[in-house]
């Protein structure tokens, strides 16, 4: 007989399928009196156990049972568990509520009728694919009060394949395969959390633990025979599989020797998050699951589920609409740009099922180009069509935007783009969705981060590379005249380039044509409502030939502190009333934190370049200048300069954003640029008369 830890036997009894009424009662009530301590802190529930158990069968096909029970600790916390959510797919999985339990604190325990769980369309935005979610109405809650859940659930997390009343629509797509990503992080204190894997013994199974320490164990079962029902049970708990071997007389069932693996993990306390920071999911610690060899297979497989669907079939309509596109136009980059940004300002953004097929596969061209719509794979896949009309080689391509793809293959997707190949060989990333509005080919707010193409043959993961800080410039040069009386009037033009144009850009296209010239108006009179400004030129939104480019008219009365013979002034540009999210988002990087424990980011690398000359009266001279400024250390700098020659006062600053994403340990440099930017732009320039 097998000895196990104490907590391996609790696991054990936490993974159980459907628990025995009166003894996991009991266990219950054990637990949640002893739940508790000064690890939790002041949090509003505390997740007694969080147990999954998943039954792998040689399909793919995933039958899971989630076991859960959450304590209240505070009204907060009560008015939170009112309300049990799960989400599903119906083209891809389903969910069976088996047992909601309440547990009060007089000792009680009430079991939730059927009729208060409720199946509805789920709430959606921009993309309507048919999600479901399955509503418990757990009803008032008082402190001390516990909730149980059991769920069932069989399938997978994106929708493919057929509409069959069997269970072959639930077999994941790339069939035979099994994958998951299991958080061991979490919002609320979790005292134990436990997942569990029941695989094929001859279906072998990478993984690995991410970001911290995961306690694990394994187990080998042989074949085995037990009697079950010949029938499929809507729970799947005894339904029998393409695997069971049913003897004819006995009833019996030979079922091929499974292995168990199982990880765990206690006392779980909230993540502390910064701001800034990475996603959680690049820092706090996760486990990644695959049988899936490695990330060739998966490309060889996204191509050739694409290529068979007929993905990409130019027929009369596209291929007369590309024509039409190119006509006239000879260069290679002309002919990708023009199909680019026609797909990407055409093509509106919203998500429709085709049904069969939705989730991994992308729309056919043709259906895009009828429907002028899609997401962002069907825009990727319009853009793939169009690049093959128009004679080049083009295929989709997954990624991830917003965080890591590790090495393990698990679908650690969110976003599609296109790939082409250029006359030299190159593959070269096109993206659709993020460049409405853009100059660039591909968003550079997408640089560091990972990518697979579809293409034949399959490939690995890779990265898009770093966008120097030179290709998304905002530069502001300002000439200005000081009155005697303190006024200043002058001239600013703001020139940006890159994603620093897309934001400029942005910020227009969020309002009405009407008040375009409003925009940095508007901003300017945050700043000094006693000024008088106007527009003397502006960059058409439309017009993505050039780089955007606004210049403003201005006088401010009272700009400068007189005090006497004493003059205080300030830069404009520094003391920037440009300071919103659209122009200088960096400002807004809280630097409150000496030290980071996580990595940190931005929306993308950026040059910000300041120029000014402030003539002043013949009457005024420098008695007080700030020094130089001089913050030079990769993977940020801030350089400045004040300087008089005569009348005339000269600023010029740098600073200088190479990167997107950061590590925790550049931070110290990141942040001593940026609070030298802010420091000097709270310097007074002292002159006297």
Known sequence: MHRYPTFILTVLLLCITVPASWAQQDVNRARLAAAGGAWIGTADVLVVYDSTSVDVQESGLSYVHMHKLTKVLTAKGAMSLRTVVFDYDPLSAAVELLLVRIYRADGSVEVVAADRVHDYPAPARAIYWGARQKLVDIGRLEVG??????????????????????????????????????????????????????????????????????????????????????????????????????HPTSGMVTRPGKVTYCWYKRNITPLRRESDMVDPSDVAPKLLLSTSPDWYAKAVWFHGVNEDFGSFAVTPEVQAQTDKLLHGVSGEQEKIAVLNHWVAEEIRYSGISMGQGEGYTLHTGQMTYLDRCGVCKDKAGMLVTMLRAAGFESYPAMTMAGSRIDRIPADQFNHSVAAVKLSTGEWMLLDPTWIPGVREMWSSAEQQQEFLLGIPGGADVMSTPVSPAENHYWKAVNHATLAEDGSLEGTVTIEAEGQSDSMLRRAFARSYRSSWEDQFTTLFLRKFPQATVGVSAMTRIEDLSVPFSITLTYRIPAYATIDGKKVLLRSLLLDTPFDDSFNAAELGIATALEKRDYGFRTRCSKLVRLDETITLPASLRAERLPDRVQHIAAPASFIAAVTMEGNALSISAEHRLEKRLYEAAEWPAFRAALLARKELSSTPIILSR
């Open 145 to 246: 009060d516990a909730v149980e859940t059991v769920a069932f659930r069989k399938g997978f997390t994106y929708a493919l394949l057929g509409s069959e009343e069997d269970d072959s629509r639930f077999v994941p797509p790339m069939r035979g395969h099994f994958y998951d990503i299991v958080e061991f992080w979490s919002a609320v204190p979790v005292a134990e959390k436990v997942y569990r894997v029941f695989m094929p013994a001859d279906k072998p199974l990478q993984y690995e633990v991410y970001n911290g320490e995961v306690a694990s164990y394994i187990h080998f079962h042989p074949q085995h025979q037990h009697r079950v029902k010949v029938a499929v049970n809507p729970t799947g708990a005894q339904a029998l599989t393409s695997e069971d071997a049913l």
